[in-house]
Structure formats: structure tokens, C-alpha cells
Nanobody, 125 residues
Framework: QVHLVESGGELVHGGGSLRLSCTAP????????IGWFRQAPGKEREFVAA????????YDSVPVEGRFTVSRDNAKNTVSLEMNSLTPEDTAVYYC??????????????????WGQGTQVTVSS
């Protein structure tokens, strides 16, 4: 079992920026691919971005392309999601998740083995 902890969510004005972090205290984080998902009220949890265990490859969804950037520092056991040009449509609970690298589909939440509790991002208009 991997315990993931997200942080950094808060209320921000439209057009603003936030940086979310995902850590795994006491875990060997570097063996997992990490994904970010979000869930808005009344909607299904959707893929946002992902990064391979080495950090060499990143993936993101169309709604956030060009605005969000995922990165990781395995030495610090941290994955970050830099979010810019935020809009009210980005309002959601953001979750990080870890998956084993032999599962190749980064976009499907069913592929992920471990999840954090989420952090709330609210963007005002």
C-alpha cells in the first residue's frame, strides 16, 4: 500500500496559477508512474496529466494542454502539477495516483493502483 498526500489546493481568481504537490512519505516513490486526475461536482473523475517514473515522458489532457505542466523530483519523493491560466472550469478536487509501470495506459483511472485523498482547487470568475 502506497500512501499519497496531495497539497496546494486553494481558492484562486480566474487567470491565476497554483502549484499542487503529491508526496509519498516513507515510500520508494520512483518506481511508479504518477497521474493527476480531477473530479468536479456531479462529474466523473477525469484524467489531467501524468508522468513516467523517470520523468522523461509527460502526458496531459486536451483541456489543460499548454496550461498545466507535470514534473517530478524523485530525490524529494514529489510530483508537482503547475497550473496556469486557471478558469472556473478547472474547479475540482484534484487527486494524484500511482500505477505500476507495466500498465501502459496513462489515461484510464482504472490502471492506477493507489490514490491520495485529494486537494480542493476552486477558481473564481
Amino acid at each position: 500500500q502506497v500512501h499519497l498526500v496531495e497539497s496546494g489546493g486553494e481558492l484562486v481568481h480566474g487567470g491565476g496559477s497554483l502549484r499542487l504537490s503529491c508526496t509519498a512519505p516513507g515510500e520508494y516513490f520512483a518506481i511508479y508512474d504518477i497521474g493527476w486526475f480531477r473530479q468536479a461536482p456531479g462529474k466523473e473523475r477525469e484524467f489531467v496529466a501524468a508522468i513516467t517514473r523517470s520523468g522523461r515522458n509527460q502526458y496531459d489532457s486536451v483541456p489543460v494542454e499548454g496550461r498545466f505542466t507535470v514534473s517530478r523530483d524523485n530525490a524529494k519523493n514529489t510530483v508537482s502539477l503547475e497550473m496556469n491560466s486557471l478558469t472556473p472550469e478547472d474547479t475540482a478536487v484534484y487527486y494524484c495516483a500511482a500505477k505500476h509501470t507495466w500498465k501502459n495506459n496513462f489515461y484510464d483511472r482504472a490502471m492506477y493502483d493507489y490514490w491520495g485523498q485529494g486537494t480542493q482547487v476552486t477558481v473564481s470568475s
